[in-house]
């Protein structure tokens, strides 16, 4: 398996959140955007740094999505599924 890194593992977190007609694009979009912010060379201080400003990967997701998801609302919409999931188990 192949060794992960920060950058990787932040980019599959956010994909994980989309559909998955949308995930390929997406990931490639945000590796080319984090490879354009990250100084040369790089750290992993800078790595870290960078990842952080981007945000939360969820939040992130949200804003590459196409599709919209209403059924609370989009600031409540992950507690909600988040509470679902928990009631159901």
């Not at 995930?23 to 060379?41: D, F, H, W, Y």
């Amino acid at each position: 398996m192949k060794d992960m890194t920060l950058i990787d593992r932040y980019i599959e977190e956010v994909t994980d959140q989309l559909p998955e007609k949308e995930r390929a694009e997406v990931a490639l979009a945000l590796e080319t955007r984090i490879q354009a912010q990250l100084p040369s060379p790089s750290c992993q201080a800078d790595i870290l740094i960078l990842l952080e400003s981007l945000g939360d990967p969820n939040q992130l997701a949200d804003s590459y999505r196409t599709d919209q998801r209403y059924l609370i609302g989009p600031r409540y919409y992950l507690q909600y599924l988040f509470v679902l999931r928990m009631a159901l188990i």
